[in-house]
Antibody
């Protein structure tokens, strides 16, 4: 079955960087885009952007340009989200979600990124 | 960027029927917005319940249905069960983005 497995929780200090991974299985990795979604504590879902797994071309939502970078390693069916210059307000659960046209389905289990000094 | 609007909270009685809606600031929701509905329970990842307006996954109980209603996407729950208490989010697709609604906290009481 289709499954997305994300890397474990991370604790970083402000100004540091973090890289979250999302390994896909159960389908052809390059047949679907990969979305990234953020959920701050007690808040709703916020679309970070998506990456075309064929071309590697990323699209970032407004407010997520500059410090957020998507990348791929198609040889291991894995997508990555790297966040640099971390701020306390980046503390959130980050989800990857496969991208059928227009949507997010299914979802990874989420990765908690905590930014604290 | 478009804004997607949902009711912040709703309450339904066990066995009752309720409709959650998902509107777009750009106008009527259409099939081209690929409306999705997700259920999220505390501490869990979102789970897709409805995709492309009305399509269900194998795990979607028959009591859930999706539609377009009055220019919005709608999720109707017929015969609510206690286990349906959760946050429900919709998403709509735009030319270069996906936008989530703010979510509806559904209470079964």
């Amino acid at each position: 079955q289709v499954q997305l497995v994300q890397s474990g929780s991370e604790l970083r200090k402000p100004g540091a960087s973090v890289k979250v991974s999302c390994q896909a299985s159960g389908y052809s990795f390059t047949n679907y885009a990969m979305n990234w979604v953020r959920q701050a504590p007690g808040q709703g879902l916020e679309w970070v952007g998506w990456i075309d797994t064929n071309t590697g071309h990323p699209t970032y939502a407004p407010g997520f340009t500059g410090r957020f970078v998507f990348s791929l390693d198609s040889s291991v069916s894995t997508a990555y989200l790297q966040i640099s210059s971390l701020k306390a307000e980046d503390t959130a659960v980050y989800y990857c979600a496969r991208g059928p046209p227009g949507g997010c389905d299914p979802w990874g289990q989420g990765t908690l990124v905590t930014v604290s000094s | 960027q478009a804004v997607v609007t949902q009711e912040p909270s709703l309450t339904v009685s066990p066995g009752g029927t309720i409709t959650l809606t998902c509107g777009s600031s750009t106008g009527a929701v259409t099939s081209g917005h690929y409306p999705y509905w997700f259920q999220q329970k505390p501490g869990q990842a979102p789970r897709t319940m409805i995709y492309d307006i009305y399509n269900k996954h194998s795990w979607t109980p028959a009591r859930f249905s999706g539609s377009l209603l009055g220019g919005k996407a709608a999720l109707t729950l017929s015969g609510a069960q206690p286990e349906d208490e959760a946050d429900y989010y919709c998403s709509l697709s735009y030319p270069v983005s996906v936008v989530f609604g703010g979510g509806t906290k559904l209470t079964v009481l």
